[in-house]
C-alpha cells in the first residue's frame, strides 16, 4: 500500500511569506505528526493530530500551525517565514497514537527560505 | 526539556564487522524507544522498538538494548553490509516523541 505522502518536496520562498505543508498518511492511520529536522537540533516535534484533534503540540511560535481533516490528510502552515525555518519538514503516521507502534515516516518538504 | 543523546556522531565500521550505536536519553518516564535510519535524502525508517518493560529486543540481524538504571539504549546491527550505511536515531516517547541528532553510520567495503 502506499506510504505517507508530502508535497511539495521542495520550495523556495522568501523571508515573510507563508507556506502550506500538505501530508497524506497511509490508508487507515489516523495519527499524523509532525518535525522539523535541521543539522543543528535533529528532529523536532511540532505537532500531532489524531481524528482531526491536535493531541500534543511542540515548542514551536504561533507562526507554525496545522490542520488534520475528516480524511486524516493533514497540512501544516508557516506564516511570516523566517530565514531560520529553513529545513526538512518531516510528516509521519501511525494507525493509532504515536507511541502505541511504528511510525512511518515520508520523504519531506524541504523548505528554503531567502 | 527532553535530552537524546548519541555518544559518537559518527562510526565506521568494517564490512561483515557488528556496529553498535549508543544513546542516552533523560526522561525516566519515557516508556517507549525506537532506532529509526535516514539514508540521504529519505525520511526516517522505522527499524526496531522496544517498550520500558523490556531490556533487549532482536530483529533481523538488529538488536536493541535497553537499561533503564542508566539510561541508555543501544543498536547493534550485525554483520554490518554497505547498504546499513546511513544515519541512525534514537527516540524516546513520554507524552511526545524526542530525537536524538543522529551518528552516521559509515560501512567500509
Redo the contacts between chains.
Sequence with gaps: KAG?TQTPRYLIKTRGQQVTLSCSPISGHRSV?W?QQTP??????LF?YFSETQR?K??FPGRFSGRQFSNSRSEMNVSTLELGDSALY?C?SSLGR??T????????SRLTVL | GESVGLHLPTLSVQEGDNSIINCAYSNSASDYFIWYKQESGKGPQFIIDIRSNMDKRQGQRVTVLLNKTVKHLSLQIAATQPGDSAVYFCAEFGNQFYFGTGTSLTVIP
Design positions: 505517507v505528526s518535525y543543528g537540533q535533529g528532529l523536532q516535534f500531532e500534543n511542540g515548542n518531516l509521519a504515536p507511541n507502534g511504528e511510525l512511518f515516516f515520508g520523504e519531506g
